[in-house]
């Protein structure tokens, strides 16, 4: 339990750094007095550029695989990170992880579970990477919040609407820092971009364009069954989750084999407008100063689909008509001007004076500065960029449009409320049953 006499804000973390600083001054002043000659290293007293243990943020991995590897690499190189667990429920990537983490310390200490809760259960672990399947993002978050544990969660960080509102406010009732892995927030040329529509540098802004990846929604499959392997190399129920049931098919152990694995409801993966729309339709949201809210209208329209928000301004998801700019591109639409930027980093505009202060050039869409946003917060317990909040409703307006997409017809939807007025088919289609025994 928390010492009533500490601010409600600190974590169990950090009350046991209070106590380390405290011991190492203790130590400091009984080698003094008993004048005992004391060598400490270098890094331990911070030191040489090094970051001392007592104000390193001790962190877990969970579920890394192909994009976990990139991002854990990440957090590996900020000097204030110190990984000391993975978990993984396939035995082959908890060790890949491990010896990453082990080559970069030089140490064989990193300790590897198959549980998440194992890890989560840890009171040394200050945040968590969360990088599984997106049939686990939520919940994984949730337990971790209600561990006491901030979050870097990759996306798509929900699966549908009742996800998406009950991640925000579990992040807002245990008070802890959340990044959802949306990493284009923190790019200079998106974030010139956005700027340019927000301070009315392209006149009164009418029209934002996101593309979504793909305008269908798949719904879930059901591979041959294989008999399943030891649970120690695979723990497929685990691996499941709370995902619906189906049997053991190695093709499914892939977080991006959307074809029957994904798909829109009861599947391991978000499917259709969610993939690239959790950023895209995010940095639509940033531009069109709709953080806290989401589109009053989504109709689809042959291969586009438009949305509409309260302000009148328009959210035209396609995936047809772009610059050669690269992946993920947007492009923001006012009265007297246009911007697009894409992940190549070059950025167009309808004049060359809207360009001015650019900045530098950067391409390839690195996570390198959204996880230094997120490893500030934790510091300073400030909003990330990308927040419980942010990526709530940036998912709610990609889940929104799926399911006019799954439904083939014209929605409205109330943003208050958090329903589709007077629509009991849509309306039931706003969440999904979770297997037991996991709860978001």
Known sequence: MKSKSLPPNFSRSETSRLSRRAFLRSTARAGAVLALPQILPAAVLGRAGAVPPSERIVMGGIGIGGRGSYVLSVFLQEPDVQVVAIADVQAARRQAAKQRVDARYGNSDCAT?????????????DAVLIATGPNWHAVASTLAAEAGKDVYCEKPCTKNIAESLALAETFRRTARVFQAGTQRRSLPNFAFAVELARTGRLGKLHTVHAQ??????????????????????????????????????????????????????????????????????????????????????????????????????????????WLPLGSCPVRFEGETGWVETADNGD?????????????????????????????????????????????????????????????GRKLRYDPVKNEFPGDAEANRLRGEALREPWRV
């Open 113 to 125: 579970y198959r549980d998440l809760r194992e890890l989560l259960a840890r009171p040394d672990i």
């Open 212 to 321: 979504p990846l793909g305008l269908k929604t798949v719904m879930s499959g059901w591979y041959p069954a294989e008999p399943p392997p030891p649970v120690e190399e695979v723990d497929w129920d685990l691996y499941l989750g709370p995902a619906a049931w189906r049997p053991f098919n190695r093709k499914l152990l892939s977080a991006f084999h959307f074809e029957k694995g994904g798909g829109f409801v009861g599947a391991l993966g978000g499917g259709g407008v969610l993939e690239w729309g959790s950023h895209c339709v995010d940095l639509c949201q940033w531009a069109a100063d709709a953080d806290h809210t989401a589109p009053v209208e989504y109709e689809p329209a042959g291969n586009r689909l438009h949305a509409r928000y309260a302000s009148g301004v328009k959210l035209v998801m396609r995936d047809d008509g």
């Open 347 to 407: 950025i167009e505009a309808s004049s060359p004076d809207l360009l001015v202060g650019r900045g530098a050039k950067i391409g390839g869409y690195p996570a390198d500065f959204h996880v230094r946003n997120f490893l500030d917060c934790v510091k300073t317990r400030g909003q990330p960029r990308a927040n419980a909040e942010v990526a709530c409703w940036s998912h709610i307006a990609c889940h929104a449009a799926n399911i006019a997409l799954l439904l």
